[in-house]
């Protein structure tokens, strides 16, 4: 798998394809490995528990589940809107993402 990802943790990203089409949420977790985020309150799924130590009573739980990198999009501040970025490297050695129609620094 391509280990080259622009998507880092607690970015804003827009969902491109999918039941989830659309919605905007926060980056959780990025698995570079498989080429998965996992998107705040994106691909909710429901899965089915019996009780156990840490949930005693057991049941159904909603939580997140991963999506390909691939289906979403990073969110510009400035545009406001899903933009592809580009890698530069500043004067002082620093390597940051910049928005390809603004060309706004994204990295904080």
């Known amino acids: 798998m391509n280990d080259k990802c622009h998507i880092k943790k607690n970015d804003k990203v827009k969902v491109l394809v999918g039941k989830d089409r659309g919605k905007i949420g926060k980056v959780l977790k990025v698995s570079r490995?498989?080429?998965?985020?996992?998107?705040?309150?994106?691909?909710?799924?429901?899965?089915?528990?019996?009780?156990?130590?840490?949930?005693?009573?057991?049941?159904?739980?909603?939580?997140?589940?991963?999506?390909?990198?691939?289906?979403?999009?990073?969110?510009?501040?400035?545009?406001?809107?899903?933009v592809r970025i580009k890698m530069q490297r500043l004067e002082d050695g620093r390597l940051v993402r910049l928005c390809k129609k603004c060309d706004e620094i994204i990295d904080a």
């Not at 705040?40 to 156990?52: G, Y």
């Open 33 to 82: 490995k498989g080429g998965r985020v996992l998107v705040e309150n994106i691909n909710m799924v429901k899965r089915h528990s019996k009780p156990n130590a840490k949930n005693k009573q057991g049941g159904i739980i909603e939580s997140e589940s991963s999506i390909h990198i691939s289906n979403v999009m990073l969110m510009c501040g400035k545009c406001i809107q899903p």
